[in-house]
């Protein structure tokens, strides 16, 4: 059995598993709900880190320097404000920022795609009720309700991880290997999953992680 199988069967393996598993997506979902109603009425929070994504997209496509803005600085490696060049074409940030939540929330619900096709090909069986909730945990569950709100990028990440680590299980090296290296440009912690690649033994997805991770931090510094 290997990591991934011991994994689910330690979350869906009999009913006090899957039920356990149920109740903390369901509680993290409420708790999420209720921090839009704060978020919308008291926080004044809401779409700060994506001020700071537009300030420094915007310096960059002005030949001005990146890493420092308005009310904060720019934390990202170069070619990331590149990828927030579409986004300045929306003014002013507030309805940029509108537009980027929109974006935000397709990418949780295709984790939410990707983890429901990944395991009904390990054969696990899930009910109306069990789908409705990992489609809905990555977009309302506490943690994504926390990053949608403050317009940060870490689903995109978690998506990445998601894709590289499905496509790893069809033994898809070097498509893994791209998503993973691809999640480690923006912030460094999913470089680790490198241990895991070197516990498996998986070369070419190594290669490929460096190939793409490197590839990309030289692209930022061209551009």
Same mark, same amino acid.
């Given at each position: ?16 598993? &899957? ?16 921090? /839009? ?22 310096? %960059? ?11 904060? *600085? ?8 590149? /990828? ?6 929306? *003014? ?16 949780? /619900?295709?984790?939410? !795609? ?10 696990? *069986? ?5 789908? !409705? ?33 499905? %496509? ?11 998503? &993973? ?30 190939? %793409? ?11």
């Amino acid at each position: 059995m290997d990591s991934v199988d011991r994994l689910l069967h330690f979350l869906l393996n009999g009913e006090h598993s &899957l039920s356990r598993t149920r109740m903390v997506c369901c509680l993290s979902i409420l708790i999420g709900l209720m921090s /839009v109603v704060y978020l919308l009425t008291l926080s004044d929070s809401v779409g700060l880190d994506f001020y700071q994504y537009y300030l420094g997209a915007t310096a %960059a496509m002005n030949d001005q320097p990146v890493y420092v803005g308005q009310g904060g *600085s720019f934390v990202y490696p170069p070619v990331m404000a590149a /990828v927030f060049f579409p986004f300045t074409l929306i *003014s002013p940030w507030e309805l940029s920022y509108g537009f980027f939540t929109v974006v935000n929330v397709g990418i949780g /619900v295709s984790i939410g !795609i990707v983890t429901v096709q990944f395991l009904r090909e390990k054969s696990v *069986s899930l009910g109306k009720t069990d789908t !409705i909730l990992l489609l809905s945990f990555p977009v309302l569950s506490t943690p994504a309700v926390s990053t949608i709100s403050l317009g940060q990028i870490n689903l995109w990440i978690v998506l990445l991880l998601a894709v590289g680590f499905v %496509a790893l299980e069809s033994d898809q090296q070097r498509l893994g290997g791209i998503s &993973l290296g691809v999640a480690a440009i923006p912030k460094l912690f999913p470089a680790i999953v490198g241990l895991y690649l070197l516990r498996e033994g998986n070369w070419r997805a190594i290669i490929s992680a460096v190939v %793409a991770g490197v590839g990309g931090l030289v692209a930022g510094v061209i551009l």
